[in-house]
């Protein structure tokens, strides 16, 4: 190898890096029309539901950069960050172009206030210990995984597309989410109590998971979204299987737990949240909008 | 036929073939024999780069859910993942010489051993986030490229991946500057002024001068090391003007200029009493990066030892599965 360090900066185009330097349209060669027969701005909120869930649940993740309990936790949950990211951007930008407001996927991350997220209340929430951080992420990847399962045969190119790539991604999310519940619930009876107690945390927030909004059963109805109340069986088998695997019981729901059971409202994706949403947009919104007009 | 040899012929043995090995540029593998201060050393230096890795996510990582762009988020995120990458290959290969993840990670809580202390300086705006990829890890690429012909095999080969990575985020770091210097004046100021702040201690990472650096000599002998601190720092200094030209930023050095007889720039000479005093312990964010690393350690410890308990309940149901 040459002692020039620079060498390998220069001359050899973008193809061999993993991210390039250019700016490519993530939706480049995709049918990128609205199909027939759907409202472009329905399209644009379920993209940006979907969108927002990948959003918050990655900034959430990104914060334990440098706090996981071991490095390769560390290069794991980077990783699910990534994913999710990648798959934010895909559908926000899909949203900027459906809705006709030609908005990118930065001014849609950046420039909206919390009531016009429509992530699912479960996105938002603090990390609280690992335990509940993986409690939280398999419940989230167990109701993902089934939603793009079936969004992959979506009439929409571009919906389809996005969850064909994030099939692949949310089966690793889900597997890795279930060996550290089973891990921590058959560990020792500590992490199996702080495991019991991350699970009973997020168990209020999975009821809105399956309760749907008016757009995704219109688009539902038109072969385009996921009707979510669909998910439920799969999600419970699922769920079932992994406790059962850990030596832990399902939490029971718990009606009127203060204001986050939540009973059959869709809040989040109402844009109705938790000020846990208002902490997260503070930190990923400060610096554009500190700083107007500037690039990056 | 058996040949009576002493210990002492047999160690000379051994250590004629380690020069052998060493003199014919071949590498020295986990197995072989090596002398106990090569081990030693080795194993100082890879641990200290292992824990320079890890500790240097920070600076950087505080930026990844503050990024201004998704696309600049993602790659930042990328990069913060590849380095905690680079400290997992680098403890592995510490570990083949005989040293323990657990112990080493103790020994940088305990201030036992010292990591890079570049990463003891604030990263008070995003501009950090670019200017640390064209510096810092510019000058980590001058001194790391070397070190994939270091003598020692598992070293080598992990630092030839780690430093393709590095020259990637270089690239990315650079490309950063590049569209806030070509952004508005606030964003432009931002840049000059990490620039200022970032120059002097980034030639600080190549060590102190070739006079003053106790260990270099042996290491160069071993060839664990190939350059002087003194060269890498030239060189360093060289390839960087151009760069900063281009990019229209200042650098904070009056004595900076090209010297035509000597075929190099001359440069000014930097503060060599805050180097010490940083790596003594007294930089500006010395306790907050080990007290980071320490809780997240801490914290972790239930974790980790569910796991074990976990894995040891399992090896003990295989057992009795099989009985």
């Known amino acids: 190898m040459s002692d020039n360090p620079y060498e390998a900066l220069s001359g050899e185009g973008d193809a061999r890096w993993a991210f390039g330097t250019g700016f490519t349209d993530p939706l480049a060669g995709v049918d ?74 930065d001014s849609l991350a950046f420039l909206r206030d919390a009531p016009e997220f429509r992530n699912v209340r479960l996105a938002e929430e603090a990390n609280g210990d690992f335990a509940r951080s993986m409690a939280r992420l398999l419940v989230f990847a167990v109701w993902r995984l089934a939603l793009l399962d079936r969004l992959a045969g979506s009439r929409d190119p571009v919906l ?27 560990g020792t009876p500590y992490s199996r109590e702080r495991m019991r107690e991350g699970l009973e945390a997020v168990w209020p927030l999975v009821t809105e998971l399956f309760t749907p909004h008016e757009v995704e059963l219109r688009l539902a109805a038109a072969g385009v979204a996921v009707d979510p109340s669909e998910l439920r069986a799969e999600f419970d088998a699922v769920l ?51 700083l107007p007009g500037a690039t990056w | ?34 002398p106990g201060g090569y081990r030693k050393t080795l194993i100082r230096q890879i641990s200290q780069h292992a824990h ?3 500790i240097g996510m920070q600076p950087e990582g505080e930026w990844i859910t503050r990024a201004p762009s998704l696309r600049r988020k993602a790659i930042l995120l990328a990069k913060v993942q590849d380095e905690a990458g680079h400290g997992l290959y680098l403890y592995s290969a510490a570990e083949t010489l005989g040293a323990d993840r657990d112990e080493l990670t103790d020994m940088l809580i305990d201030g036992r051993q010292k990591y890079s202390s570049i990463f003891n300086y604030p990263t008070p705006t995003f501009a950090d986030v670019g200017v640390i990829g064209w510096l810092v890890d510019g000058a980590a690429i ?6 994939c012909r270091s003598s020692y095999g598992p070293y080598a080969r992990a630092m030839i991946r780690i430093c393709k990575e590095e ?11 590049m569209t806030m210097t070509r952004g508005t004046t606030a964003q432009r100021a931002m840049v000059q002024d990490a620039v200022d702040r970032w120059w002097w201690p980034s030639l600080m990472m190549f060590g102190p001068p070739d006079d003053a650096s106790p260990n270099s000599a042996r290491s160069m002998a071993w060839k664990i090391k190939r350059h002087s601190n003194d060269e890498l720092r030239q060189r360093f200094v060289d390839m960087t003007v151009p760069q900063a030209e281009a990019l229209g930023v200042r650098l904070p050095d009056p004595d900076l200029r090209w010297n035509d007889e000597r075929g190099h720039h001359d440069f000014g000479r930097p ?8 790596i003594s312990g007294d930089g500006p964010c010395n306790a907050e990066r080990i007290a980071v690393r320490r809780a997240a350690h801490e914290d972790g410890a239930w974790v980790r030892e569910a796991a074990a308990a976990h894995a040891a309940k399992q090896a003990e149901r295989a057992r009795g599965a099989v009985a």
Request: net charge negative.
């Open chain 1, 240 to 290: 079932d299987q992994v406790l059962g695997a850990a030596g832990l019981a399902r939490p029971r729901a718990v009606p009127g737990l203060g204001g986050r059971a939540g009973g059959g409202n869709a809040r989040g994706r109402h844009g109705e949240h938790t000020a846990e949403l208002d902490d997260v947009l503070a930190e990923m919104q400060t610096v554009p909008r500190a």
């Open chain 2, 142 to 147: 001058c001194n790391q490229v070397p070190l």
């Open chain 1, 32 to 105: 990128t029309g609205v199909p027939d027969g759907v409202d472009g701005s329905d399209l644009a909120t379920y993209c940006l539901m979907l969108g927002d869930d990948a959003l918050i649940m990655s900034h959430r993740l990104q914060q334990w950069c440098t706090r996981a309990p071991e490095l390769e936790e560390e290069v794991a949950l980077a990783n699910i960050a990534l994913d999710l990211l990648g798959q934010a951007r895909l559908l926000l930008a899909r949203a900027g172009q459906s809705d006709g407001s030609g908005r990118d996927e």
């Open chain 2, 1 to 34: 036929m058996v040949v009576a040899v002493t210990a002492a012929e047999e160690t000379r043995e051994f250590e004629e073939h380690f020069d052998r090995t060493i003199a014919r540029e071949q590498r020295i593998e986990p197995r072989d024999w090596m």
């Open chain 2, 52 to 54: 320079s890795e890890i």
């Open chain 1, 160 to 186: 389809s597309a996005v969850a064909a790539k994030g099939v692949k991604e949310v089966t690793y999310h889900r597997d890795y989410a279930a060996g550290w519940v089973v891990r921590l619930g058959d």
């Open chain 2, 167 to 177: 020259s990637f985020h270089q690239r990315q770091g650079y490309e950063l500057l």
């Open chain 2, 271 to 278: 503060d060599w009493d805050e180097l010490k005093r940083v």
